[in-house]
């Protein structure tokens, strides 16, 4: 991975208990559904992949790796590959190729509230591992990135992460120009541009509210 990353793995990794860093084995118990998901997260971003939520109900849910579909949806009909003639100008309906994430991954678990013993009544989250190999139907392994952060889900649970979306919010919130805002946080972050650029998008929303009231209290000023 990145070596300008390395750091904020390094302290995702320390902030979270030694022992979710170990492989998962059925019958794990766990008090409530946040602690059990931070687990199966914990331990995706130390092994480079993110599991994902499937069916999931009030007493059960099940996780997939992140590559668990075997086809891409593709609504809009594109291409598979983008195709371009002698001079690079492009012909296909798709512009550009992109990462497919469809690998058929077997990878599953589930988490069922249920009796942690026989013999006791006590009921908890307990774990049940299906399979732990990044295999698809077809028995070809699946690889992954060598960067984890790759997966927005762990770009999010990362303290630099958290730290960019209140400087975001503050941003938007005082009417700082959205250039001017990228640029600080591209200068001072650790994402790239585009991920600066998802971030203020998300914040923007939050903070409609919040900017409409400063709008008003700016225009009462001048009247």
Known sequence: MPAHLRPALERAIAAVPEHWLLVLKS???????????KRLQVFALAQG???VVGRSDKECSMFHCIHHSAETRNDRGLEPRVVRDEEGKVLSNRQRDAYCKKKDCLWLCY???KTVSRGTEKRGWVLTVKYL???SSDGIENLMPTNPFFYRVHQKATYEYQQLVAAGKKFRTAIIPYLTTRRVLWAGGLWDDSACER???SCQNASLSSRRYAHSQWRSCLS
């Open 199 to 201: 971030l203020l998008q």
């Open 133 to 135: 190999l990044h295999l």
């Open 27 to 37: 019958g794990e118990v766990f008090e409530s559904k946040e602690v059990y998901k």
């Open 49 to 51: 992949f993110a599991a």
């Open 111 to 113: 988490c069922s509230f």
